[in-house]
């Protein structure tokens, strides 16, 4: 089965950088996705890692490490609706393989 | 543009009532559909998820059950409600036309009190 791990929570000021880190043990990876979940409301898609590397898409980054089974989500210029829990998925395998599964969540707090 | 909507907002059930959530999704055909449960704080839990009408998957082997009747209607149903069945319950779709999508529309969910 798929497992993966995140810090439980992050505390960080406005204007700063945040890295929210996501490893993971799959018997087979297609790649790593992120989710931003604000507080009641649904998760949103943020980006998706299929190959090694840095992905950017404005004031977030993600990236990727498949021989470390390890990525992680990069929040640049911290604003306070940042402030929500991020969530690292993969898909399953074989006949399961249109399963997303997801971490358990870090929940970021931002302050002034 | 596709759109998914997900209903009621909120539910408050005594132990033991039946319950019913809909999600139907607008504007594609053929969408992966999938049922989350997500406790207070928590991450989410995969319940069902279904790739065709009347294909259920079951991930939870609890009192909850999933039906698909139609091609864009995903029904989550139980015939007896737990006190553990409470939670917030995210109906998601995906484009049906590759294994590997990763990305996954969630609709603005149910909270569900179980009292």
């Known amino acids: 089965g798929q497992s993966l791990e995140q810090p439980s929570e992050v505390t960080a000021v406005e204007g700063a950088i945040v890295q929210i880190n996501c490893t993971y043990q799959?018997?087979?990876?297609?790649?790593l996705s992120w989710y931003q979940q604000h507080d009641g409301g649904a998760p949103t898609f943020l980006s998706y890692?299929?190959?090694?590397g840095l992905e950017e898409t404005g004031r977030f980054s993600s990236f990727l490490s498949r021989s470390d089974s390890y990525g992680y989500l990069l929040l640049q210029e911290l604003q306070m609706k940042d402030s929500a829990s991020y969530f690292c998925?993969?898909?399953?395998?074989?006949?399961?393989?249109?399963?997303?599964?997801f971490g358990s969540g870090t929940r970021l707090l931002v302050r002034p | 543009s596709q759109t998914i909507h997900q209903w009621p907002a909120t539910l408050v059930q005594p132990v033991g009532s039946p319950l019913s959530l809909e999600c139907t999704v607008e504007?594609?055909?053929?969408?992966?559909l999938y049922w989350y449960r997500q406790a207070a704080g928590r991450g989410l839990q995969l319940l069902f998820y279904?790739?065709?009408?009347?294909?259920i998957s079951s991930e939870v082997p609890q009192n909850l059950s999933a039906s698909r009747p139609q091609d864009r209607q995903f029904i989550l149903s139980s015939k007896k409600l737990l006190l553990s069945d409470s939670g917030f319950y995210l109906c998601?779709?995906?484009?049906?036309?590759?294994?590997?999508?990763?990305?996954?529309?969630f609709g603005s969910g149910t909270q569900l009190s179980v009292l």
């Open positions: 998601a779709w995906s484009a049906g036309t590759s294994t590997r999508n990763e990305k996954l529309f």
């Open positions: 799959t018997s087979g990876f297609y790649g």
């Open positions: 890692n299929a190959l090694d």
């Open positions: 998925a993969v898909r399953d395998q074989g006949d399961s393989s249109y399963k997303l599964i």
């Open positions: 504007g594609t055909s053929n969408p992966n």
């Open positions: 279904s790739v065709g009408i009347g294909q």
